[in-house]
């Protein structure tokens, strides 16, 4: 079975120090994993994606996701955080079963302080 | 602009009333879904639709009704509301049903049954 385990449900870093989400999954198959970001009263906008090409994916507003298949980990970094940043990142599995399934993870939350 | 749109954004209704919520997008997808978003749960699907007139149920239909009579229209209808039914719902669209497809969402709708 697909699942998908955040490991922080809270993050808080300093304005210009680095960030890292973590997250982990599960996928029987070769799967395609989504970084989306929520901000407060906003929809998910997509971060970034991999989809079985190169293992580091480069996103939006700096952020970038490393695929390790051998530790099944899709971790969520940024070089230097800015207090935009601050919001709800999901990490996601995507899995076709006829149609296309996401998987979201439970959510982590980023503050991020002056 | 190529968007995702929901109506209302905000709802407050009381048990048994019946209501719609309406998603409407202006990219030509074939792929729709929606989504209810509850405090550690990340999202989970409720109902898909691969085109006009194919809908499937998703994770968690029970309470929920959806058509597809348009591909830019997709409601979400509940017949019947209860309180569990509280919760924040999002549309989604893609242009195919394919495992790396982006889907693009709604900015959602905050919905309280009392």
């Known amino acids: 079975a697909q699942s998908v385990t955040q490991l922080d449900s809270h993050v808080s870093v300093s304005e210009g120090t680095p960030v890292l989400l973590r997250c982990n999954y599960s996928?029987?198959?070769?799967?395609?994993l989504f970084w989306y970001v929520q901000h407060p009263n906003k929809g998910l906008q997509l971060l970034l994606k991999y989809t079985s090409a190169a293992t580091l994916v480069k996103g939006i507003n700096g952020f970038e996701a490393e695929f390790k298949k051998s530790e099944t980990s899709f971790h969520l970094t940024k070089p230097s955080a800015h207090m935009s940043d601050a919001a709800e990142y999901f990490c996601v599995v995507s899995v076709f079963r006829g149609y296309n399934k996401l998987i979201f993870g439970a959510g982590t939350r980023l503050a991020v302080h002056p | 602009e190529a968007q995702v749109t929901q109506n209302p954004r905000y709802l407050i209704t009381v048990t048994g009333k019946k209501l719609t919520v309406t998603c409407s997008q202006n990219?030509?997808?074939?792929?729709m879904s929606w989504y209810r978003q509850d405090p550690g749960l990340g999202l989970r699907q409720i109902y898909y639709s691969m085109n006009v007139e194919v809908t499937d149920k998703g994770d968690v239909p029970e309470g929920y009704k959806v058509s597809r009579k348009e591909k830019r229209n997709f409601p979400l209808i509940l017949e019947s509301p209860s309180p569990n039914q509280t919760s924040l719902y999002f549309c989604?669209?893609?242009?195919?049903?394919?495992?790396?497809?982006?889907?693009?969402f709604g900015p959602g709708t905050r919905l309280l049954v009392l």
């Open positions: 996928s029987s198959y070769s799967p395609s």
């Open positions: 989604a669209s893609s242009k195919l049903a394919g495992k790396q497809e982006t889907q693009y």
């Open positions: 990219m030509n997808h074939e792929y």
